[in-house]
């Protein structure tokens, strides 16, 4: 049973920094990956997808990679600025046709001004 | 513009009451979904259906039904066998042979 887990639950940097969020995996047969964002009692926007042939992909300031070997993915965010306060979720399918996303309970990140 | 239309944005629900939450795409996509979220908790798959007049349970599908008469609609009934249908629901969409999954902003149902 493919299991994702996020750490850490909350973060709370100053604007300006550079972090990274973490996503581990327990199933290495993963189809793809993809990172959220959730603003409070909103819906998902997709920010990035990885799939499993690949090793990583940019967007703007997002750069999220992937490791099937070792069972995690990680999403840079680079120069953060207040806006990116948000929740970020991780997703991943499974090989095999599965049609589920498997979610993780996400990470909670405050930009601070 | 291109989306998913969930409506309404907040319901409420009297005990032992059935409720319909609605999900409209124009994306032409194919397949469509129906998730749970619970504070604390990843994303649950209730439903989902790959094609017109067919649909599979997820992980959580007792106490819910659903059905796909129209392609670009998927709703989704919330019955009174569902013991705690508070929660805020999900509905995405992905066409079929593409990887990302399109999501709406959601719908909050509330028990009162």
């Known amino acids: 049973k493919q299991e994702v887990t996020q750490i850490p639950a909350a973060l709370s940097v100053p604007e300006g920094e550079n972090l990274v969020l973490n996503c581990s995996f327990t199933?290495?047969?993963?189809?793809?990956l993809q990172w959220f964002r959730q603003d409070p009692g909103k819906g998902l926007t997709s920010l990035l997808l990885?799939?499993?042939?690949?090793r990583e992909q940019t967007s703007g300031r997002l750069n999220a990679s992937l490791d099937k070997s070792s069972g995690r993915s990680t999403l840079y965010i680079a120069a953060s600025q207040p806006g990116d306060s948000a929740t970020y979720l991780c997703?991943?399918?499974?090989?095999?046709?599965?049609?589920?996303?498997?979610f993780g309970k996400g990470t909670k990140l405050t930009v601070n001004p | 513009d291109g989306g998913i239309t969930q409506s309404p944005k907040y319901l409420f629900r009297k005990e032992g009451q059935n409720v319909t939450l609605s999900c409209e795409q124009n994306?032409?996509?194919?397949?469509m979904y129906w998730y749970r979220q619970d504070p604390g908790q990843g994303l649950r798959l209730i439903y989902y259906?790959?094609?017109?007049?067919?649909?599979q349970k997820g992980d959580i599908a007792e106490g819910y039904s659903v059905s796909r008469e129209k392609k670009e609609s998927f709703p989704l009934t919330v019955t009174s066998a569902q013991k705690n249908p508070t929660a805020f629901y999900l509905c995405?969409?992905?066409?079929?042979?593409?990887?990302?999954?399109?999501f709406g902003s959601g719908t909050r149902l509330t028990v009162v």
């Open positions: 995405a969409s992905r066409l079929q042979g593409a990887p990302g999954y399109t």
């Open positions: 199933d290495s047969a993963i189809y793809n």
């Open positions: 990885i799939q499993s042939s690949q």
């Open positions: 997703a991943g399918r499974l090989q095999g046709g599965s049609e589920k996303l498997v």
């Open positions: 994306l032409n996509h194919d397949a």
């Open positions: 259906s790959q094609i017109v007049n067919d649909f």
